[in-house]
């Protein structure tokens, strides 16, 4: 017998429901995101184009933006928020942020490169120069002892002419290294930008202070060779500033100091120019690519430009002069001799009347 099913009606379909996200929990996100871009800005780093002080500055301008919203108002009256703008800011500064990091990276293992390839051709070519002079020197040596005159001779002449030779391809291959190892520097000299940027400001002059100007002095010393031009450093001194202390106080010499300072960053104007206090009432300045005579005219400036202000004290106005002592550095310098040499120009210029530039001038042989 058949029988007939009965149907039985499917049960009913439930939802499980979810809670929407609560005001609190948007707000949240909101300030989590703003939060972290703002880190972000914090941690940025210079790349093309772009100083990590502006990619800061745009971080907490876009993390505003996202916690008090822009111009007008959305729906319901709630601020107007740009999260597409917010997206596209980020995504194309990590597109920046990658390209500049595969860049610096491929440009620094070129450098690498270059220096392992000078050190190894040096090692190769010197080994084979002497071995080379080790062998006539063997054949001199067997010549002085048969006493046979022309043998000597022609043995010493011999002996000359492989010096000589190596002497002129080692001079041809240092050229040609340090012309390979500038071009790689051309290539990284943001590195040397970014060093300085790290370095410690002074409180009351705000230029860079003594330590920082030791790291740096001392950089581009050790980078002198690879420069192109020789860099230039600028030893500035106040003169009779003790006098000016006795005579007017201390607030009235630290204004003076103050004044000075906003001459030499008005004199001293390119981002690769580095102004330091020195100590006291002594500055310092490193030039790059400015020659000696490029150096003495910009020493010149700051000088009329500093003769030419006058401070304040007590209703009565009184001037102020520097001395300038000047010195480029000499390929393989240290940083100490090159810093005394400058100093040494700047005590001339004291002993020979102040208020003038003293250049100290190369040696001979570099000239």
């Not at 996200?21 to 772009?50: C, M, P, Q, W």
């Not at 860079?208 to 420069?227: C, K, M, P, Q, W």
């Amino acid at each position: 017998m058949l029988f007939k099913r009965k149907s039985v009606d499917p049960p009913p379909v439930t939802h499980m429901s979810v809670p929407a996200a609560s005001a609190n929990d948007f707000d949240r996100a909101l300030d989590t995101v703003a939060a972290l871009i703002k880190r972000y800005g914090e941690h940025a780093f210079d790349v093309e184009g772009r100083e990590a002080s502006q990619i800061k500055e745009d971080c907490e301008r876009w993390a505003s933006q996202l916690l008090g919203g822009g111009d007008g108002e959305g729906k319901g009256g709630a601020p107007k928020r740009d999260f597409g703008g917010v997206r596209r800011f980020f995504e194309e500064h990590r597109r920046n942020e990658s390209v500049f990091v595969r860049t610096s990276m491929a440009t620094l293992r070129g450098a690498i490169d270059t220096f392992a390839r000078c050190v190894r051709t040096t090692v190769v070519d010197d080994r084979a120069a002497d071995a080379a002079a080790k062998s006539q020197l063997v054949q001199l040596s067997d010549a002085l002892s048969s006493n046979d005159i022309g043998r000597i001779k022609t043995t010493a002449t011999k002996l000359a002419t492989v010096v000589n030779a190596s002497i002129e391809k080692r001079q041809e291959r240092h050229r040609a290294q340090i012309e390979a190892l500038a071009d790689q520097l051309r290539s990284i000299r943001g590195e040397l930008l970014q060093a300085r940027e790290r370095a410690t400001i002074d409180g009351l002059t705000r230029l860079y202070n003594r330590a920082g100007f030791d790291e740096h002095v001392t950089r581009i010393s050790d980078l002198g060779l690879l420069l192109g031009a020789p860099p230039s450093l600028l030893m500035v001194d106040i003169d009779h500033f003790k006098r000016l202390n006795d005579s007017y106080g201390h607030p009235t010499g630290d204004e003076a100091l103050r004044r000075v300072s906003e001459c030499l960053l008005r004199t001293f104007l390119r981002k690769e120019d580095f102004v330091a206090r020195y100590g006291g009432e002594e500055f310092a300045v490193v030039l790059m690519d400015a020659s000696l005579q490029d150096a003495r005219a910009m020493a010149e400036r700051l000088r009329k430009a500093v003769r030419s202000m006058t401070i304040e004290h007590r209703g009565n106005t009184f001037a102020v002069t520097v001395c300038v002592g000047v010195a480029s550095l000499v390929p393989g310098e240290t940083a100490a001799a090159w810093i005394e040499r400058a100093d040494q120009a700047l005590y001339v210029a004291k002993n020979d009347g102040r208020d003038r530039v003293e250049i100290c001038e190369l040696p001979a042989a570099f000239v």
